[in-house]
């Protein structure tokens, strides 16, 4: 069983005991969470949303806060002497699917 689940305006495919790392949000280690926003719910028979499954639920607890590998971002023009470099690193949360409700 598996469902489809909407978080921060991406989708991620959720299954019983997943891991899924999602852009951060403000939530503390070893918080339960539950995601609402199923779009579709896939069993025995395939429940689609209309956008959304009535009363199904995921339930998840965060694991960890982790950040992502390091982008460089270089800027340049040429025979302008411009360049700039930057750096990024995006963070994300880690959740711990622990079932899913339908």
Excluded: C, W
Excluded at 79 to 96: A, I, N, S
């Amino acid at each position: 069983m598996y469902a489809v689940v909407e978080i921060n305006g991406k989708q991620y495919r959720a299954e019983k005991g997943a891991t899924l790392r999602v852009d951060r949000f403000d939530a503390e280690k070893g918080s339960s969470l539950s995601l609402d926003k199923v779009l579709l719910l896939s069993g025995d028979e395939v429940k689609i949303g209309l956008p959304y499954v009535s009363g199904a639920v995921v339930k998840t607890v965060v694991q960890e806060e982790i950040k992502g590998d390091k982008i460089i971002v270089f800027k340049y023009k040429p025979k302008k002497d411009y360049r700039r470099t930057r750096g990024h690193r995006q963070r994300y949360t880690v959740l711990k699917v622990e079932e899913i409700l339908g």
